[in-house]
């Protein structure tokens, strides 16, 4: 196997959708799980401020040759630089040769498995009439949440989007309204947690 180039983020966000990602997971997740080996994750604490993990995983599958592996770095004071406090690169390699294949965006795939996860838990577990979604959280996994959620349940016509800045609800939104795409679904900001979730159907959380 070839090399490839790794591709950019925006090259990652055009290649991956919601919906045909929690399919994929939802057939390849039971034969695949007992072949792969993911062990604990490396936690180094770098400074007081910041630490390094690793997040290694193989196949010891034949038709599956991968190692891969989820580099991370987290430093709680780059805020202040208004820079993200986490950054993360996925590499995957051949497990035969041992040969490097590609690297990327470990951020915005995480964002993706784990909405794609949740939805996919969700069509087993949430009302097949689920109406109503409400989304605990305003931050970059809400989004990926909220489109993931609506994949699976066809249903929902009402989103509300609850966050302890009522600001950030307003403004997911309104960035969700002007993607467009949800034809029939209405978006709003809910004000009242509480109020929210007991009218909930199905309720998502993704907060610190």
């Known amino acids: 196997m070839a090399a490839v180039n790794p591709p950019s983020t925006a090259t990652l966000h055009s290649l991956v959708t919601h919906k045909p990602l929690i399919r994929h997971l939802e057939s390849t997740l039971p034969p695949l799980s007992t072949a792969i080996q993911s062990p604990l994750r490396h936690a180094h604490q770098i400074t007081p401020n910041s630490s390094f993990l690793l997040m290694p995983s193989w196949s010891t599958s034949p038709h599956l040759p991968y190692i891969g592996t989820k580099l991370v770095t987290h430093n709680s004071g780059n805020s202040a630089l208004n820079l993200p406090g986490v950054h993360a690169i996925f590499v995957l ?31 087993y577990l949430s009302r097949e009439d689920a109406e109503i979604l409400v989304m605990v959280g305003a931050g970059a996994l809400a989004p990926h949440l909220i489109k993931a959620h609506l994949a699976v349940r066809s249903n929902v016509k009402r989103v509300l989007v609850w966050n302890r800045t009522v600001e950030k609800a307003r403004d997911l939104v309104d960035w969700l ?17 509480q109020a929210a979730v007991r009218i909930g159907d199905v309720i998502s959380c993704a907060t610190n």
């Open 93 to 123: 390699f051949n497990s035969a040769t041992g040969q490097p294949l590609a690297s990327m965006d470990a951020t915005a795939l995480t964002l993706y498995r784990t909405a794609c996860v949740s939805a996919l838990a969700s069509s």
């Open 177 to 193: 309204r002007e993607g467009g795409g949800f034809e029939g679904v209405r978006f709003e900001a809910s004000e009242c947690l």
